[in-house]
């Protein structure tokens, strides 16, 4: 099951295109790296290939088909800022459940604590915030993990304790990941390739 952009193109505002014709390939247990410079479109890309957003031009493929409209998605995004990615109405444990039975050595591995489980978004700190998406987006029905800045803004501990569980659950079940980031060195020791966007390709 590969994960395809073919031609990719977006646009925010008509004749003002941030990107267009961009070509990417994943494949299952690969862990790619996506550098560029600021403003260059790499969340917008990220967006696309999780299917928050439809590009304007080109298409997203999953296996050669699009992504699925309704129901759990496949290709997971996680980005930078987990408060704006979970719902504050709701309890840490049911924003879990979201992504079906997650395997409870996943939870051990991100040090995700029971007592955390019946607390609400706004009674963890931003790094026990973003262990839950990162656990929420390894669920049972993942192929592909998009990483957008993903532990940016974590300590080195955190950091790596992140990454490690990651790419433990990467090689298990062979899903395929793209590392976005500034951070040169984590795209470096992460990745088997890294996709360079110099320019953007208005
Ligand atoms: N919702 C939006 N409406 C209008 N313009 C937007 C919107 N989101 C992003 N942009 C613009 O699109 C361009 C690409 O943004 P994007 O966030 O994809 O870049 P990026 O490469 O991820 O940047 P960074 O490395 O700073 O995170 C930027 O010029 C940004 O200002």
Same mark, same amino acid.
């Given at each position: !099951? ?6 990719? #193109?977006?646009?925010?505002?008509? @004749? ?5 014709? *961009?070509?990417?390939?994943? /494949?299952? @247990? ?10 260059? $479109?790499?969340?917008?890309? /990220?967006?696309?290939?999780?299917g928050y957003d439809k590009p304007h031009e080109g298409k997203v493929a999953l ?20 408060? *704006? ?14 992504? $079906?039975?997650?395997?409870? #050595?996943?939870?051990?591995? =991100? +040090? ?13 700190? @931003? $790094? ?6 990162? +656990?929420? +987006?390894? $669920? ?6 998009? +990483?957008?800045? !993903?532990?940016?803004?974590?300590? /080195? &501990? ?8 990651? &790419? ?17 060195? =984590? ?16």
């Open positions: !099951m590969y994960l395809e952009g073919n031609g990719l #193109g977006y646009s925010y505002r008509k @004749g003002s295109w941030i990107f267009r014709g *961009k070509e990417l390939v994943i /494949a299952p @247990g690969e862990v790619v790296g996506l550098e560029g410079p600021s403003g260059c $479109g790499k969340t917008t890309l /990220a967006r696309l290939l999780a296996n050669g088909e699009p992504l699925p409209e309704h129901g759990y998605c496949p290709v997971q995004l996680v980005f930078q800022h987990p408060e *704006k990615a979970v719902n504050p109405r709701w309890s840490m444990q049911r924003i879990l459940q979201e992504a $079906g039975e997650i395997e409870p #050595g996943i939870l051990r591995s =991100l +040090a995700i604590e029971d007592v955390w489980l019946s607390r609400w978004p706004n009674e963890l700190s @931003g $790094g026990e915030l973003q262990r839950f998406c990162v +656990a929420r +987006a390894l $669920g049972p029905g993942t192929r592909f993990l998009i +990483a957008d800045e !993903m532990t940016t803004m974590l300590d /080195a &501990i955190s950091q790596a304790q992140i990454w490690t569980t990651v &790419i433990e659950v990467v090689q298990k079940r062979n899903l395929g990941v793209l590392v976005i980031s500034h951070e040169r060195n =984590l795209v470096r020791r992460l990745c088997s390739r890294v996709i360079q966007w110099n320019e953007p390709s208005k």
